[in-house]
Structure formats: C-alpha cells, structure tokens
C-alpha cells in the first residue's frame, strides 16, 4: 500500500510541473508516460500475484542450487 501512495504521490509531482504556464515546457515527452504506465503494468502484475512470482522464482533458484 505504500508503495502505492508513493506512485500516487510522484504522479502528482509529475502532473504538477507539467501543469506549469511555461510555454517553452511543451508536452510529458513519449518516453516519461511509457516509464510510468510501464510501472503502473509491473505493480498491476505483481501487487495480486506477487506470492506466486515469488514462489515460482525460488523454485527456479531452489532446482538450480540443489541440480549439482
């Protein structure tokens, strides 16, 4: 949940500044809004399913170390 109100927080800090009557600011620039819907993807993925991503990888890691 914090983790959250931290990305609500810089989202508005974002909004913010881009908000500014500047006129030579100009637009959030393509690659900005890809770096924070990539983000907001990664925690809509791992915020429901994070048990089971953890558990998958150690796993993986666990058949790896112990294969030898």
Do not use: C, H, K, Y
């Not at 908000?19 to 907001?40: K, L, N, Q």
């Not at 993925?45 to 993986?60: H, S």
């Amino acid at each position: 949940m914090r983790l959250m109100t931290l990305f609500l927080a810089a989202w508005a800090a974002l909004a913010a500044r881009v908000r500014g009557d500047d006129p030579e600011r100009g637009d959030v620039p393509g690659w900005v809004m890809i770096t924070v819907m990539t983000a907001a993807l990664v925690l809509a993925i791992l915020i429901p399913f994070r048990e089971a991503i953890v558990a998958a990888v150690q796993n993986a890691l666990d058949s790896v170390t112990s294969g030898g």
